[in-house]
């Protein structure tokens, strides 16, 4: 078996926010919950048992995961403990911060988590959508999360949701998740139809104006997850992120229920793999369903296999693909990739060369 990533949605889509863009709200999901003790034990077993891989990293998302509570993820690491079987673990919370206290942070720090923190901007941008179910701005909560993961000294990145308004903000945005002291930052464009998803011309023009700041001010200081993946394609590698990579279909995802979908992006019935309490894990991830989803991702429209920066993209995610004149779905953020990599091309091209020390 190859090396996969199950990702967790140990609480579904339940959320302590109302996101005005969220893609993962509207998933028809039945009798929401948090993934039961007996659920969360056959996962941790089971994925430890059948990642080939010697470093496994647990990678915990939703909706909200933090809303799973603390004993829950006390619990995450006792069934850790229990199979490892002399595997290295990693674990990985993605949170909008909302919930993080001295407790959560002291747990988060000696357990050795990785916090995601989601944020999108200053406050006048980030405040434009990301939202309490009461219509509140959530800047200020999600800073005094960002100050706690700092005094505890816990190792962080942050992702930031690109949609129409900040996407006009690009070396404003990256200034301020740099001053904020961001290490690592991800630059995520707005999934699915909704009215704040930006445009390509628009969102090729913020990757460049970010590439820019960071090239002149940060090289080598800081992460930039789109830099640094499609660094990789430049030498000759699969870029780590699935959406740039040929093939996919190796990062499934995991429900509260049990339920195994192909991907994050398509927790539709239509996608649905089985249930692992049901079926062994290793069944369902090698299984004639999930193989063809993952080979799909390489079924391109002309224009893009003719297109030369292929080699970095791949069509990008199919989620991203329709139909408009092209013969056969494509990327609607090819213009955006195609502006940011003919842009970028001269220097990942000179890092390269600095790389093999030509």
Known sequence: MNA???????????????????????????????????????????????APQQQVTFLWQGGEPTMAGLDFYQKVIDFQHKYSAGKQIENALQTNGILLNA??????????????????????????????????????????????????????????????????????????????????????????????????????????????????YDVGKIGIQFIEQWFMAYLGLQPGLCIFRETCGDQPVIEQNGDIYSCDHYVYPAYKLGNLIETPLRLLIDSPQQKRFGAMKSFLSERCQACKFRFACHGGCPKHRIAEGFGAPHNRFCEAYYRALSHMDPYLRQFVASFRGQ
């Not at 948090?34 to 034990?41: I, W």
């Not at 406050?123 to 959530?138: F, I, P, S, V, W």
């Not at 903000?169 to 707005?190: A, D, H, N, T, W």
Request: charged share 20%; net charge negative; hydrophobic share 35%.
């Open 103 to 216: 407790d959560w942070c002291q747990f988060l720090r000696d357990n050795q988590f990785l916090v995601g923190l989601s944020i999108d901007g200053p406050e006048h941008l980030h405040d434009a959508y990301r939202l309490t179910k009461n219509d509140k701005g959530t800047f200020r909560q999600v800073m005094d999360a960002l100050n706690l993961l700092i005094h505890y000294q816990i190792p962080f990145n942050t992702l930031t949701v690109v949609h129409n308004l900040n996407v006009q903000y690009g070396k404003e945005v990256y200034r301020f998740l740099k001053r904020i002291g961001s290490p690592y930052m991800q630059f995520i464009p707005l999934m699915g139809d909704y009215p704040q998803q930006p445009s390509a011309k628009d969102y090729g023009q913020f990757l460049v104006d970010v590439f820019d700041e960071w090239y002149a």
């Open 4 to 50: 996969f990533q199950l990702m967790a949605k140990p609480t579904g889509s339940i959320c302590n926010l109302a996101c005005q863009y969220c893609f993962y709200l509207e998933k028809p999901h039945l009798n929401q919950r948090a993934m039961s003790d007996a659920v969360l034990e056959c996962y941790v077993k089971s994925y430890l048992e059948n």
